[in-house]
């Protein structure tokens, strides 16, 4: 199989900084992918790793290691806006498919 | 605004029916992807479309089918509804290069069916 694994749920306070962790089968990996969702919207696209290393992007920063399976989205100065579901998805070889975890959802408090 | 469209964006129907939803990928993507996200799930890849032909297969049920038409637009057929296919339908799009790394999926805002 190709079971993605990331934490349920996660809360975090206004302000501060947050790491969502996600887990993958290595074999066949091509890409990974982080999204972000709000309750009942489309997910958007945040941030693409392919490559080892972090990838900043604003607040947001994606960290990736290939022989791990193991990725993290990094969020910084938290946002009350930030609540939603956070989606790892990871692209393999073979069909080019790409598998979605159930996502993270983060709470934001005040 | 991601410019993927999907209709309708509702949808009532009855268990035993079928039903028709519609996707228009970006202006100059040629692959079209359909999931499907019940309440508190994850999104479960069903199928994806490059260029007119079935590049991918997921969890799809006999039940349902898809296709991609010329001018590109997708269609998912959902027949023999059943109270659990009540979910929201994402489609989404990507360039879709063949060997191209980045198939960054813009998603379209979703199909809420609700099947009674």
């Known amino acids: 199989g190709q079971n993605i694994d990331q934490p349920t749920e996660m809360t975090a306070t206004e302000g501060a900084i947050v790491q969502i962790n996600c887990t993958y089968q290595t074999s066949g990996f091509n890409g990974l992918f982080w999204y972000q969702q709000h309750a009942g919207e489309a997910p958007t696209f945040l941030s693409y790793n392919v490559l080892d290393g972090l990838e900043e992007k604003g607040r947001f920063s994606s960290f990736l290691s290939r022989s791990k399976g193991y990725s993290y989205l990094l969020l910084k100065e938290l946002q009350m806006k930030d609540s939603a579901s956070y989606l790892c998805?990871?692209?393999?070889?073979?069909?080019?498919?790409?598998?979605f975890g159930a996502g993270t959802r983060l709470f934001v408090k005040a | 605004d991601s410019g993927v469209t999907q209709t309708p964006k509702h949808l009532i129907t009855a268990t035993g029916q079928r039903v028709t939803l519609r996707c228009s990928p970006r202006?100059?993507?040629?692959?079209v992807y359909w999931y499907q996200q019940s309440l508190d799930q994850g999104l479960q890849f069903l199928i994806q479309y490059y260029n007119g032909e079935e590049r991918a297969k997921g969890n799809i049920l006999e039940r349902f089918s898809a296709q991609q038409f010329p001018d590109l637009h997708s269609e998912l057929n959902l027949s023999s509804l059943e109270l659990g296919d009540s979910a929201l339908y994402f489609c989404?799009?990507?360039?879709?290069?063949?060997?191209?790394?980045?198939?960054?999926?813009?998603f379209g805002p979703g199909t809420r069916l609700l099947v009674l």
């Open positions: 998805a990871v692209r393999y070889y073979g069909g080019f498919k790409t598998i």
């Open positions: 202006s100059g993507d040629l692959s």
């Open positions: 989404a799009s990507s360039v879709g290069l063949a060997g191209d790394n980045q198939e960054t999926q813009y």
